[in-house]
């Protein structure tokens, strides 16, 4: 079984930037999509971004279009979220999972951004 362990969260004025890294073990890691989802206070757990096996092809939620980047190093088996632009409603608990996910999370990294 794949564990993950976020990191790179952190407390960002609004407009600053933060880089999150997923590492994995586990060897299916690397030839699986993998996604970034977030949890908000009170709210569900939403898709944000994710991306292919070979890591060509992304795709990302509306409200982060433009200001997030996914990317992956597969020599290292990581995942990560280059976050710019940041906004308050960006503030949540970011996790990376399979995409589709599976029942297994990891802890999350909290990403805080004050307005």
Sequence with gaps: QV???ESGGGLVQ?????????????STFRFSTI????QSAGKERLLVARISV???STDYANSVKGRFTI?????KNTVYLQMNSLISEDTAVYFCNYF?????????TQVTVSS
Excluded at 35 to 38: I, T
């Design 3 to 5: 564990q993950v362990a």
């Design 14 to 26: 609004a407009g600053g930037s933060l880089r999150l890294s997923c590492a994995a073990s586990g």
């Design 35 to 38: 996604g970034w989802y977030r």
């Design 54 to 56: 070979g890591g060509r």
């Design 71 to 75: 990317s992956r190093d597969n020599a």
């Design 100 to 108: 589709p996910a599976s029942p297994s999370w990891g802890q999350g």
